[in-house]
């Protein structure tokens, strides 16, 4: 059974940071690239980052230099270090894999960037 489990959105600052979780129930955790990906009201979901089993991590422009992709595959878990978050950053959070497995999306965890 393939799940992606998300936790640790919230309401924060501009300028503030939050910590994504991800709990993976997968075949293989350890050889599959993962993502982070969001989707913001009214617009298609985005990939934001993304990591090999290896740990090399490939970012969106407009969040380089301030998140952070991160996973431990001994306990199937991907995290998502969000720093510097802007009004833009606002949205739903999602983890799933690199390639985006459409039949598993999770619920997501919400993120809200406000003053």
């Known amino acids: 059974q393939v799940q992606f489990v998300e936790s640790g959105g919230g309401l924060v600052q501009p300028g503030g940071s939050l910590r994504l979780s991800c709990v993976v129930s997968i075949g293989l955790f350890d050889m599959i690239r993962m993502g982070w990906y969001r989707q913001a009201p009214g617009k298609e979901r985005e990939l934001v980052a993304k990591i090999t089993s290896s740990g090399a991590t490939n970012y969106a422009d407009s969040v380089k230099g301030r998140f952070t992709i991160s996973r431990d595959n001994t306990k199937q878990m991907v995290y998502l270090q969000m720093n510097s978050l802007k009004t833009e950053d606002t949205a739903v959070y999602y983890c799933?894999?690199?390639?985006?497995?459409?039949?598993?999306w999770g619920q997501g965890t919400q993120v809200t960037v406000s003053s």
């Open positions: 799933n894999t690199a390639d985006a497995w459409e039949a598993y």
